[in-house]
């Protein structure tokens, strides 16, 4: 019922706990678990469960955690409704067990000047990309043999434009993309994607402003059909070139991650303003602009911002209608 991605995000999970409990007890011959050892884990995933840079023991987010006890959670309640009666003698150890406490949540939105600086930096994308040195003057825009600046920059841009999350876009089909030739893509206004799936089961059709529009139909006609193969469905591909990427070439979430945060990197080596510096720049800090942007131009309208973000409850689109802190500051300034 899961995706392999979760699947296997959840196998990680439960796997750690393993590891950790047994490396404890010096042992694997457990008669019971204990709400007791998974406090423990919850607190030790808290002060160490990450590895920083330089290998050494870093906090994990609370976020983070509690999605660790979270499939914990689920493994043990799978274990109550099929074992065999009396396994779980003590009940499920992580149900007293409370789940940390969040931070109030972060408006990550950019502000208009750095939104139109990273529309600067995806005009220029091929630049950044070619290859320099005396072999490569006779070539016309060579760039690295992995590197497809056009596809990167349609990914950002259909973010920026659209609200999609990481999983989302990963999850695009070309057959979804109405029409689907660059031709029409750059005559038509009203471009779109049909079906896209969201969290809780939703589905809803997303509309492709001009930005996205152009850079769709420069990736299409350009770089994609470069590194098809014969089961390429996605619409984004990886590239051909890379031998470990999966069949059909469809991109991983996580690389989503790399590529949007390649553009923040470029962002800020050409920004000649530390104030507009976006640091680690993520997929979701674009979903969030789109996202405010949204609840500007449509008044707040709580129903259009569920439909076009995808949720199936208006639970967290209070995010979306808070300004970034800039406009914040900016708004109290004559009071």
């Not at 500007?296 to 967290?316: I, P, Q, T, V």
Request: aromatic share 4%; no cysteine.
């Amino acid at each position: 019922m899961r995706s392999d991605e979760v699947a296997a995000k959840i196998t990680r999970h439960v796997r750690r706990f393993i590891a950790w409990l047994t490396d404890g007890l010096g042992h694997d011959r457990l008669t019971a678990v204990t709400p007791r050892e998974i406090t423990a884990w919850r607190d030790h995933l808290a002060a160490a469960g990450n590895q920083a840079k330089d290998g050494t023991p870093a906090p994990m987010a609370p976020a983070t955690v509690n999605n660790h006890l979270a499939h914990l959670s689920a493994l043990f309640t799978w274990i109550g409704a099929h074992a065999p009666a009396g396994l779980l003698r003590h009940g499920d150890p992580t149900k007293n067990v409370a789940p940390l406490r969040l931070p109030a949540p972060t408006v990550r939105a950019l502000t208009g000047s750095q939104v139109r600086t990273v529309k600067n930096v995806l005009d220029r994308i091929e630049d950044f990309h070619q290859l320099t040195g005396r072999r490569h003057r006779s070539t016309a825009r060579a760039v690295h043999r992995h590197a497809r600046p056009l596809r990167d920059r349609a990914i950002v841009h259909l973010i920026l434009g659209t609200g999609l999350r990481r999983a989302e876009v990963v999850g695009l089909d070309l057959a979804q993309l109405d029409p689907h030739t660059p031709t029409e893509l750059r005559r038509v206004k009203k471009a779109r994607l049909i079906d896209v799936r969201g969290k809780g089961h939703t589905s809803r059709t997303v509309f492709l402003g001009r930005d996205t529009r152009q850079a769709l139909a420069d990736y299409l006609e350009h770089e994609r059909d470069g590194d098809l193969d014969a089961k390429s469905a996605a619409l984004f591909l990886a590239a051909s070139s890379i031998t470990a990427r999966r069949p059909g070439g469809r991109l991983s979430p996580r690389s989503i991650n790399t590529i949007v945060g390649e553009i923040g990197r470029l962002h800020d080596a050409q920004s000649g303003d530390r104030e507009r510096d976006l640091g680690t720049l993520r997929p979701h800090d674009l979903r969030h602009t789109f996202g405010y942007l949204l609840s500007e131009a449509s008044g707040h309208n709580r129903a259009e911002l569920e439909r076009r973000l995808g949720h199936a409850n208006d639970r967290y689109l209070r995010l979306y209608t808070n300004p970034p802190d800039d406009i914040a500051a900016g708004l109290v300034e004559g009071f």
